[in-house]
């Protein structure tokens, strides 16, 4: 980088070549007026409103599109340039009517702040005060968004913001001149253009023109209080700002400020419309214990007393190991720790568990076995700089759409390549250089074919392999008879295809591994995750800057809750519970006797129930009855166990089972921290006063605790933290007053430690890197004559996981109401099925009625269903078979038929 | 007919034999095909010809081609004989029979036919000695009135492709920019810039791939030239574009052009493919190892797209809006490569440069102005039309000597140059040589030499207002200061001509007409308030003449015009009879009323006195 001396406005300033005279002043506290500037966006010099004078350029230039020159001098703030100033915000008032007084964005607006700076006369800014007759546009009828043409000044952000941040390109300008306007392509309504609904043309918008519908009228922006926190839904663990309006105390709405990490201001449909749940009134108030099959409000004396004494009798009489507790990857760390600190030193069992172990288990299994650390080996910063990306079974864009924003910035801004594996053509395929649409469950055909190309090529990373890794001959003996016209035939993709794949990951100078679900959720879960260690190994792509392998962690705190030991084997810290070391480590921490034994997974747990091994269950914000597998199997489980406590802030399927029922507080209402995907511990703060009695998760576990007779007490969630980092040697440096501005990846060993922003440079967690052979094992359940389809479930971008959350948001609703199959064009026509047909979707375990979305999105013989919706719950379809050492079900291949309902 | 070279020799040994195959002493009708006279109906006529052709069986002796503008289009349709050059205007197809006995076999002037001179008032018989045509210097429509634009036998039989031949067979790509900046070239499309250099930064731009323009999206109103250039010899710019293509190092060209251009587009296209089977386009031209090939990107007629920028953002798909410069399209322009855009006549002085050396070429115009240039003469002038003059020619001789005087023998007042963008040059600057700077220092702009003649009878207010009310309907709207800038501008305007305006709305005119060319993103906006500024400085008593009296003198501006019968009236009741609302009453033989309340100002009174009675 080439260093620049400029001068602005008299003041020394050293820039990078590159760097627009905007941007310089930023960096340098010198305010130049804007209005069509976001970091985020490209220049575009649109507004005029930074113009400044350059010496020796032939006219005024706008500081945002102006680079910098070794030698400049700028000066922000003459007479002419103030004039000009004024003159284009006395034209943007004449085009913008609307009265301050009653526009939401007071407070917010750029406009309103400029035209008092600039003391732009009453009169210009009343001279079209009269707004003119309104006129329905293209956001009439969407619930989310809402269009105000008379407070636009046509600066084009939100239409550049859909284009070059979410690459969405919903949104353009039509006509020209004064009668320029916002509107989609063809200016069709927004709920029928390619809008996602993320919202980022609100976030953008420098004044009230574009706002949330729901919040209008619900307070002024100078009257909100806003609270920065993290995301409650994906892993991505996006900043997000909750804005409380004084009066009601509610979340007026969810916005997020440029700069932050890791989503620089962007969030997606769920996280600026997913919110309403928090002040939904069908909250959990008060205790709820069921008498005669009903719930009956109780007092908290009454419902905690009962629960710690139920559970000390089953204890007494059945053992510790008889009792099985779910903690939550929706809570915070310190909760997850509390959790099964209490499960473990006051119950006395490891059964502990949560539903990372139906989303990554195989995962922290498989990369703790190759690298010695399961979790994503990059940030999500270091994506952009990726030059090939391989992305297999993970819908980003849908999953974690906030990450896919980093992917498409690589390839579209950066010219990374795009390899996208996954049997549905998702979005990602738009930006892709190659789309593989194996069969689902093929993984590690596609993967062995992938590395035999590398090793018969000569593609490998001879020294890598030789310094870094351990049992090469091992991987090169398995993938000896692999041959690419068997994995062609197995994985239904073209051999050149694969071959062309791995070439192109071999060569690229930083290659990084992108999955998610499609990889994991296999009976063969944990070796697909190792088949994709062994393929970064083979080419050394692991352990440098945008290189890795990285799985995309689907709850918001999954990863924390892995972190802080919620887990049958390990404690907080990946700590092993069969290791005597570690055991007395945490006797003497917790001063409790602790069970050598590791415990039983959730499908482990529920068929134990069936077994009456489990007699008490506490569940702490899960919801198995519609997210487990088999649900018929499951919800049967639910209904056996002796002694059920649920501890919620819904009464969700799973509640109905319960004997007790305690409400809990919302991330919304609660001090804590979550850890995202790229393992960086972050603030959640609290925004609102919870409702009813709903009390703080952590406060309810330790009031049983103290019942049961191992008294646990905490002044605040800082103090948890602070316990955390004495006994989790990889949270060690991690303490709030850390993390109150930017969150901290782990490891981060001691007060002094930066934190880590990839993991294995130079050496693996584990030491050596591991190849583990893997062969080809198809799926426990093929298609037959009576079940002739491949079902495969997963998410879709609106709705998250079981719906709790965002089928309360009416935004979300509407464009998402129900469940739906996914059905492949030609085979809808062969079983008579139109879009929107009723079918009837039957597997061997269950059956479910909801609607067909024909699709040319899928290959023939497959089909798909999101698992949100209790209406239409796909895990009654789902098969309970488990990996065998991760014992993640295989949620993504099971045989099906499906026939339309007549 | 086409045939591929693969060779340059391929090539020189076709063009010979199409030389020798042209007989030059034989009988030529030509028929003017161009936009104008085909809109008078020239087709027709060329039918006409056809069939008596056939009628007479002399298809072998008589030769027929319908070619391009011949630039008198207010004479069309225009008809040529050669050899001769007889020169017959506003033929009509009834005529034709007499002119092919007469005149083709018979070699005979028909002399009711004949153009007559509008100021001697003499009959002329042939094309050369009309004074529209013998007071130009036409090098680059020399061939528009000759040949058959979509055939580039035609066309190469006029020595076509020989300067790009030239080039492939003698020059190295510095040596082509370095005769284009020695000739002094500069942008026809308005700016001036030195094509030569523009051509050097490209060349010498970093990029993966360069591309090349040709911008004919011709927008300014009443300006034609590069429509008459494509129609008539399409060639000419390819061949243009190849010689640019070969200096800044292309292999990909887009000629940009308005879909309101059917001929042109369909000529363009024609050309294109005729240049490709004939080994002129495409990979390995004439087996030099160059390659090079041309698309047509067709713009929907947005005025800004003439706008460099935004001209690149229509071609890639863009709604087509300017971005700001730096960085200019010769380094980051189509898909973020070198681009380099010329519009079409620069293009069309190419050939001429290359095959004639620029030494010949620098001579022509003035010391900083090279070569000539076109201008559309239009407006209150007897002869209209494409006028190619050296640069540096003064204005009056093109107004007067070229354009016959005044329309109606009135009085000159004022002339626009360079289109909305441009200025008005009034009448003390008659003997302005219209070259680049001169006409920047009167306050105008050279443009794409659009030139409006004006009488007494136009009000000069109402021009500005025209002008304006283009501008601000043509802005593109990203920025604000022309997209609400001139609709403020406009607004004031309008209070001007409609009698509402105070002294201080013109005082605020003035200072928001510099702050919008100030500050706006684009020359579109930059130079819209020029019309404004260029009135008030030459004119500024009828502004406020307007604002403070409420009076237009030209009788333009229909709100300050108040119709009133004075006592020369007679009472012979013509106004009354043509009154469309009743609003004048009066007994025969006296003197009549005008009701001003009713009155519409449509001025058939005014028109239709014999009296002069009714005043306004």
């Given amino acids: 980088m080439t260093q620049m001396n400029v001068k602005i406005d008299g003041k020394d300033c050293i820039g990078q070549a590159g760097q627009t005279i905007l941007e310089l002043a930023i960096d340098n506290g010198i305010d130049i007026p804007n209005l069509c500037h976001d970091p985020r966006l490209k220049p575009s010099g649109s507004c005029r409103l930074c113009l400044v004078e350059v010496e020796g350029a032939r006219g005024p230039v706008t500081a945002c599109t102006f680079e910098i020159a070794d030698g400049m001098v700028v000066s922000t703030d003459t007479e002419e340039i103030r004039g000009l100033r004024k003159t284009v915000l006395e034209l943007l008032f004449y085009e913008h009517k609307g009265a301050c007084a009653t526009c939401d964005d007071n407070g917010e607006c750029k406009l309103q702040t400029y035209g008092y700076e600039y003391q732009v006369e009453d009169d210009v800014i009343n001279c079209g005060s009269v707004c003119s007759e309104p006129v329905p546009n293209y956001t009439a009828g969407n619930e989310a968004i809402e269009y105000d043409v008379d407070k636009c000044i046509r600066c084009g952000r939100c239409i550049r913001i859909c284009e070059e941040v979410q690459m969405d390109s919903a949104l353009t300008f039509k006509e020209r001149a004064g009668q320029a306007e916002v509107t989609t392509a063809f200016d069709i309504p927004l709920n029928e253009s390619t809008c996602e609904l993320c919202g980022q043309c609100i976030s953008t918008c420098p004044t009230g023109a574009l706002y949330e519908r729901h919040a209008k009228g619900k307070g002024q922006c100078k009257d909100l209080k806003s609270t920065t926190t993290t995301c409650v839904y994906c892993g991505v663990g996006c900043q997000i700002d909750l804005n409380v309006s004084a009066k009601t105390g509610k979340i007026v709405r969810a916005t997020s400020k440029t700069g932050v990490v890791p989503n620089n201001g962007n969030l997606c449909v769920k996280g600026r419309f997913g919110q309403d749940f928090v002040s939904d009134n069908r909250r959990l108030t008060m205790p709820l214990i069921k008498k005669d099959g009903e719930f009956k409000e109780a007092s908290w004396e009454e419902a905690l007393d009962l629960v710690a004494s139920r559970l000390g009798a089953i204890k007494e009489v059945n053992g510790a190991d008889s009792i099985a507790g779910l903690s939550s990857a929706k809570c915070t760390n310190e909760e997850n720790y509390i959790f099964q600190k209490f499960m473990r030193a006051c119950v006395g069992t490891n059964n502990v568990d949560h539903c990372a172990r139906l989303c990554h288990a195989s995962t922290v299994a498989g990369l703790a076995r190759a690298f010695g650390s399961g979790a994503m080996t990059n940030s999500i910063e270091e994506l952009k700089d990726a030059k090939c990306i391989f992305v297999i079974g993970s819908n980003t864009t849908e999953a974690h759409p906030v990450i896919a924003l980093n992917i498409k910035h690589a390839v579209v801004n950066n010219g990374a390549e795009l390899i996208v594996a996954d049997p549905r053509c998702i979005d990602l395929v738009r930006f892709a250089d190659m789309h593989i649409a194996q069969k689902p469950g093929t993984d590690v055909a596609l993967i062995n074919a992938m590395i035999k190309v590398i090793i018969d090529e000569d593609l490998l990373d001879k020294d890598f392999i030789a310094e870094r890794t351990e049992d090469f001959e091992l991987l090169k003996e398995a993938v000896k008879n692999v041959s690419l016209k068997e994995a062609a035939e197995i994985t239904t993709i073209p051999a050149d295809l694969i071959r062309q794949a791995a070439v192109t990951y071999a060569r690229a100078k930083t290659s990084t591994i992108i999955y998610s679900m499609g990889i994991t959720q296999h009976t063969t879960g944990t070796d697909n995750v190792l088949s994709l260690a062994n393929l970064s190994m083979v080419t050394g792509h692991i352990g440098k800057e945008s290189t890795g392998v990285n799985p995309l962690r689907g709850q918001n705190n999954v990863q924390g809750a892995c972190d802080m030991g919620a887990l049958p084997n390990v404690y907080p810290g990946y700590q092993q519970v069969e290791s005597p070391n570690v055991q007395d480590k945490f006797e003497a921490a917790w001063n409790a006797k602790l069970s050598p034994n590791k415990g039983l997974t959730i499908v482990e747990i529920m068929h134990a129930i069936e077994e009456e091994k489990i007699k008490g269950l506490y569940i702490m914000g899960e919801n198995p009855a519609l997210s487990d597998p088999n649900l018929n199997r499951t919800r049967k489980a639910l209904g056996e166990v002796e002694f059920l406590v649920v501890q919620d802030i819904f009464l969700t399927e799973t509640a109905q089972y319960a004997d007790v029922v305690l409400p809990a507080v919302s991330y919304a209402e609660k001090d804590g921290t979550f850890t995202n995907t790229e393992r960086r511990v972050q603030r959640v703060r609290k925004a609102v006063e919870a409702p009813g009695e709903a009390r703080l998760d952590w406060k309810i576990i330790c009031d049983i605790s103290t019942r049961m007779g191992f008294p646990m007490a905490y002044y605040r969630a800082a103090g948890i933290m602070d316990e955390i980092a004495s006994v989790s040697p990889i949270y060690g440096g991690i303490s709030y007053d850390r993390i109150e501005k930017v969150g901290l990846a782990w490891p981060c060993f001691d007060k002094e430690h930066p934190g880590t922003k990839f993991l294995h440079k130079g050496k693996f967690s584990r030491g050596k890197g591991k190849f583990h052979p893997v062969t080809f094992i198809p799926a426990k359940e093929s298609t037959d004559k009576e079940f002739p389809f491949v079902l495969s479930t997963g998410r879709q971008l609106y709705q998250f996981h079981t719906g709790t959350m965002t089928r309360k948001s009416a935004v979300i609703n509407q464009v998402s109401p129900t469940g739906y199959v996914e059905i492949q064009l030609d085979d809808a026509v062969n079983l008579g099925i139109s879009n929107g047909d009723r079918v009837e979707v039957k597997t061997r375990r269950g059956c479910v009625e909801t609607d067909a979305k024909v699709t040319e999105n899928i290959e023939p013989g497959w089909i798909f269903m999101p698992f949100h919706f209790s209406e239409a719950p796909a895990n009654m379809l789902t098969i309970d078979e488990l990996d065998p050492v991760a014992k993640i079900p295989e949620f993504k291949v099971c045989a099906a038929a499906v026939r339309k309902i007549s | ?616």
């Fill in chain 2, 1 to 616: 007919m086409t045939q591929k070279s693969s060779s340059i020799s391929d090539f020189v040994s076709w063009q010979q034999r199409i030389k020798s195959a042209v007989d030059a002493g034989r009988s030529q009708i030509i028929v003017c095909g161009g936009t104008g006279c085909v809109a008078l109906g020239s087709e027709s006529v060329y039918d006409a010809f056809e069939s008596e052709i056939k009628k007479q069986g002399l298809e072998k002796e008589v030769l027929l081609k319908g070619t391009g503008c011949h630039g008198f289009c207010e004479k069309g349709p225009v008809v040529v004989i050669l050899p001769d050059q007889f020169f017959y205007p506003g033929v009509k197809p009834e005529n034709v029979a007499e002119i092919f006995k007469e005149t083709v076999i018979g070699r005979k002037a028909i002399e009711e036919l004949l153009y007559v001179d509008p100021i001697s008032s003499k009959k002329i018989t042939y094309e050369y000695d009309i004074p529209f045509y013998a007071k130009q210097q036409r090098n680059i429509f020399h061939n528009n009135g000759r040949i058959d634009p979509v055939d580039v036998e035609d066309f190469i039989a006029h020595n076509g492709y020989n300067a790009f031949v030239k080039v492939l067979q003698e020059y190295s790509p510095q040596d082509v920019i370095d005769s284009v900046i020695k000739a002094g070239l500069r942008g026809r499309g308005g700016g001036g810039f030195p094509t030569g250099v523009k051509w050097d930064i490209c060349r010498k731009a970093s990029g993966q791939e360069k591309y090349l323009i040709c911008n004919a999206d011709e927008g300014d109103p009443g300006a034609f030239m590069d429509r008459s250039i494509l129609e008539g010899t399409p060639h000419a710019i390819i061949e243009g574009m190849l010689i640019s293509a070969f200096a800044i190092g292309a292999c990909t060209g887009f000629i940009y052009v308005r879909a309101e251009y059917p001929l042109a587009v369909k000529n363009t296209r024609l050309a294109l493919e005729q240049a490709r089977d004939s080994g002129l386009l495409g990979d390995n031209i004439l087996g030099t190892g160059f390659c090079f090939d041309i698309e047509i990107r067709q713009g929907a007629g947005a005025f800004v797209c003439g706008e460099e920028t935004a001209l690149i953002a229509s071609i890639e798909g863009h709604r087509g809006m300017p971005r700001t410069r730096p960085p200019f399209p010769a380094v980051k322009g189509y898909a973020d490569e070198p681009t380099n855009i010329n519009n079409v006549e620069t293009f069309a002085n190419i050939p001429l440069i290359i095959e004639n050396g620029h030494e010949w070429y620098s001579k022509i115009g003035t010391e900083k102005s090279k070569g000539t240039k076109v201008f559309a003469l239009a407006g209150k002038v007897k002869n209209t039309g494409l006028v190619e003059v050296p640069m540096g020619t003064t204005l009056r001789a093109i107004v007067f000597g070229i354009g016959g005087g005044i329309e109606n023998d009135g009085e000159f007042k004022a002339a626009q140059l360079g289109g909305p963008s441009g200025g008005c040059i009034p009448t003390q600057y008659l003997d302005t040589p219209l070259d680049y700077e001169s006409v920047q220092e009167v306050g105008a702009i050279m443009g794409s030499g659009g030139l409006i003649v004006m009488d007494q009878n136009v009000c000069m207010v109402d021009i500005a207002r025209y002008f304006l009310d283009f501008v601000q309907s043509e802005s593109c709207g990203k920025c604000t200061p022309c997209r609400v800038g001139t609709r403020r501008m406009l607004d004031i305007l309008e209070s001007i001509c409609g009698g509402t305006a105070r002294m201080d709305d013109l005082a605020k005119l003035e200072e928001l007409a510099v702050d919008v060319n100030r500050a706006s993103l684009c020359g579109l906006g930059q130079t819209a308030p020029n019309p404004v500024l260029s009135t008030i400085k030459n004119f500024r008593d009828e502004y406020v003449e307007h604002i403070e009296k409420r009076i237009c003198t030209a009788g333009v501006c229909l709100e300050l015009l108040c119709y009133q019968i004075t006592e020369k009236c007679v009472g012979c009741g013509a106004c009354k009879k043509v009154c469309p609302v009743a609003a004048i009453t009066g007994e025969k033989k006296e003197i009549h009323v005008l009701d001003t309340e009713k009155c519409t100002k449509c001025g058939q009174c005014y028109n239709v006195c014999k009296f002069e009675a009714v005043k306004r």
